[in-house]
């Protein structure tokens, strides 16, 4: 069975920072492109960040570009993002998904609530 | 880095066939045969139910068909059931990061 499951969420207040992970199993990690996708309350999709197998092709929304870094421990079955300067419209459930060859998204973590407020 | 652009509503009665459009721009839709369409209900992750503009995975009911025109997407329900009532969010590879539609609520009438 296949099984992504997120952490770390919570409150944080702005400009703070804080580390997701995602811990995965049924599947071949290390053989798996990785993906963060996040929806804001009563908001859509939003794709965040994805990671290549190695961790050699790195790419981010321009929205978190610069502030946030995603990385992964093959090693452990994990996925991380580090999100630094957090700002209020980064409030958000954030999913970790992989990326099958084909580029879509065919597993999906729960998810973790990250609110960031004063 | 936009999003692709989606109905933000469709709404049928049940039995009935809708279909959902999703324009993206020759750098995404256009180019890529990689649309991907997701179903989520109320407090889940999504759900994908189609992939590769046409495909299915396993387990997805065949009333669910999916299209491509240029830079134009579009899924189809057809024989509306209740538990269709959900958002609907393409998606598209777009040369280095996947947009997402903005999404289309279906109210099953």
């Known amino acids: 069975e296949v099984v992504l499951m997120e952490s770390g969420g919570g409150l944080v207040k702005p400009g703070g920072s804080l580390r997701l992970s995602c811990a995965a199993s049924?599947?071949?990690?290390?053989?798996?492109?990785m993906s963060w996708v996040r929806q804001a309350p009563g908001k859509g999709l939003e794709w965040v960040s994805f990671i290549s197998t190695s961790g050699s092709y790195i790419y981010y929304a321009d929205s978190v570009k610069g502030r946030f870094t995603i990385s992964r421990d093959n090693a452990k079955n994990s996925l991380f993002l580090q999100l630094n300067s957090l700002r209020a419209d980064d409030t958000a459930v954030y999913f970790c998904?992989?990326?099958?060859?084909?580029?879509?998204?065919?597993?999906w973590g729960q998810g973790t609530l990250l609110t960031v407020s004063s | 880095q936009s999003a692709l652009t989606q109905p933000a509503s469709v709404s049928g009665s049940p039995g009935q066939s809708i279909t959902i459009s999703c324009t993206g721009t020759s750098g995404d839709v256009g180019t890529y045969n990689a649309v991907s369409w997701y179903q989520q209900h109320p407090g889940k992750p999504p759900k994908l139910i189609i992939y590769e503009v046409t495909k299915r995975p396993s387990g997805v009911s065949d009333r669910f068909s999916a299209s491509k025109s240029g830079n134009t997407a579009s899924l189809t329900i057809s024989g509306l059931q209740a538990d269709d009532e959900a958002d609907y969010y393409c998606c598209s590879y777009a040369g280095g990061n996947t947009p997402f539609g903005s999404g289309t609520h279906v109210t099953v009438l």
């Open positions: 049924g599947f071949p990690f290390d053989n798996s492109g």
């Open positions: 998904a992989r990326l099958a060859p084909g580029d879509y998204f065919d597993f």
